[in-house]
């Protein structure tokens, strides 16, 4: 059998280069050699978008279409909506019994996004929210899932669902799978602000079904090196969120962009208006395949409507073991 693979996104708006360059592309890669199961983590967005559950509801679908732009394929990747897996919320209250409060606490990620999102949470924090990566721990477990394909964020997450595994396979005997993370070779990409991460959340992104003018329009308020202000200030590069995403996008002169950007011969408008034109170039086969699925709204609900069938069935034969294991199977 081959090995398995879970991975997602939250339907909390559409993905970015830095979902890009973080996670789909290995993803797209991964598909061919495990079984790919892609969750769109509609209750997860939930713990911090309750208010809004229309934006969720809505992001299901442009998340699901930019899994398959980017190439993703239904008939070897199963993408599936969590909410209609409740196996999945059953898994989490018993994973509950298994963490404490303190050591979710303790968790920095968590950490970080609820100090992101004051106006959500008013400062006090949400059973849900801080529960969230139990239930994440229930979304890799509940397809015995090996492999988990992650940005960096997410690895204390991916670290609390291999102690829930070692806890309850200790107590119910050997019943779940540990799994690991998988990170890729940009785990956090900038955002265009310069900010460490770009996110769906922060407004600063560029993403993968954006048009040539708002890519140029985008890249062109892009965070540069603040000392470089005259074509022939000597820039640091290093320092310069353009040079930054010139690295990601493999520009094919970056030897010479940094050379000229150190030596003062380059500047800053130049320099995005070359990197805005290989962005659009680069995804411009993105967004010729995102404009497909957008007019067939019919082939997308039916992909996800038939991986969630099939991701339900794996989901049930995993919740008879675990409730074999825990005396919970009555009338046999
Ligand atoms: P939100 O702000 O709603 O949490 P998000 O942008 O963090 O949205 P998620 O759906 O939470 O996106 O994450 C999906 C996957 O993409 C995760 O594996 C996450 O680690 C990865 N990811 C998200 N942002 C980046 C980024 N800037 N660089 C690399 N990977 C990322
Ligand atoms: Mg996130």
Do not use: W
């Not at 969230?132 to 997410?154: C, H, K, M, N, R």
């Amino acid at each position: 059998m081959k090995k398995r693979i879970l991975t997602g996104d939250r339907p909390t708006g559409k993905l970015h280069i830095g979902h890009y360059f973080g996670s789909l592309r290995n993803r797209v890669k991964y598909q061919k050699e495990y079984d790919t199961f892609i969750i769109i983590a509609d209750v997860q967005a939930l713990t911090d978008n309750f208010k809004t559950p229309r934006k969720v509801r809505e992001n299901v679908k442009e998340v699901a279409i930019d899994n398959l732009a980017v190439g993703i394929d239904p008939q070897r990747s199963t993408i599936f909506i969590q909410s209609l897996i409740p196996e999945i919320a059953e898994l989490t209250i018993f994973y509950s019994n298994l963490v404490t409060i303190a050591r979710l606490e303790r968790n920095p990620t968590v950490k970080d996004e609820f100090k992101q999102k004051k106006e959500v949470f008013q400062d006090k924090i949400t059973y849900g929210f801080l529960g969230y990566p139990v239930s994440q721990a229930a979304d890799i477990t509940v397809f015995d899932a090996d492999l988990v394909p992650v940005g960096d964020d997410q690895l204390p997450q991916v670290e609390q669902t291999q102690e829930i595994v070692g806890k309850f396979n200790r107590i119910y005997g050997k019943v779940l799978v540990k799994p690991e993370a998988a990170i890729d070779e940009f785990p956090r990409v900038r955002g265009l602000d310069g900010r460490s991460k770009m996110s769906k959340s922060l407004d600063n992104a560029i993403y993968l079904g954006d048009e040539a003018e708002e890519i140029q329009a985008k890249v062109a308020k892009a965070l540069t090196d603040k000392n470089k202000i005259k074509i022939d200030d000597k820039g640091n590069p290093d320092d310069c969120t353009v040079f930054y995403y010139h690295q990601i996008f493999e520009a094919e002169n970056l030897a010479q962009i940094r050379k000229q950007c150190q030596t003062g011969v380059r500047g800053c408008v130049n320099c995005k208006k070359e990197l805005a034109n290989n962005i659009i170039q680069r995804l411009a086969p993105i967004r010729e395949k995102r404009k497909y699925y957008e007019k067939n709204p019919k082939v997308v609900e039916d992909i996800l409507r038939n991986g969630t069938q099939r991701a339900k069935k794996v989901a049930q034969e995993t919740l008879a073991r675990v409730k074999k294991s825990m005396f919970l199977d009555y009338f046999k």
